[in-house]
């Protein structure tokens, strides 16, 4: 799991950097979002947690899905044209769905270290009983 999470942390870290040729109204979101699943990623190679950290994630990343998801439902309904034309977003909805796809990444990684996190108290709740 560590070789995981260290690829998880260098991953998202990439992630972010590549956000500063987006929109510069929300650079400074992705960026924070990104690397804040980064630095969990990190510290989890190390079997190091903050529950609260992980909540605090999964809660801004479920806020941010929430407002994005008319425009995810509206793409689904239209037929799920193409997001993957040019990296440039040609119309609204390619960068909104885009940007949903990103946070379902993030929020899956984040769950991953919740449950992650959870089986190793409980394990170590045994061990020490």
């Known amino acids: 799991m560590k070789v995981f999470n260290i690829v998880l942390a260098i991953l998202f870290v990439v992630f972010a950097c590549l956000q500063f040729n987006d929109d510069p109204n929300d650079v400074w979101f992705w960026v924070l979002v990104y690397l804040g699943v980064a630095i969990i990623s990190a510290f989890a190679a190390f079997n190091k947690y903050n529950m609260w950290?992980?909540?605090?994630?999964?809660g801004i990343v479920l806020y941010q899905m929430f407002r994005l998801f008319p425009a995810f439902s509206s793409w689904i309904s239209?037929?799920?044209?193409?997001?993957?034309?040019?990296?440039?977003?040609?119309?609204?909805?390619?960068?909104?769905?885009?940007?949903?796809?990103?946070?379902?990444?993030?929020l899956a990684i984040l769950i991953y270290h919740y449950i992650r996190y959870s089986r190793l108290k409980k394990n170590h709740e045994l061990a020490s009983s």
Do not use: Y
């Not at 239209?78 to 993030?106: D, N, Q, W, Y």
């Open 53 to 58: 950290v992980i909540f605090l994630g999964i």
């Open 78 to 106: 239209s037929g799920t044209p193409s997001i993957t034309g040019e990296m440039k977003a040609i119309s609204p909805h390619v960068e909104l769905v885009r940007e949903f796809f990103g946070l379902l990444l993030c």
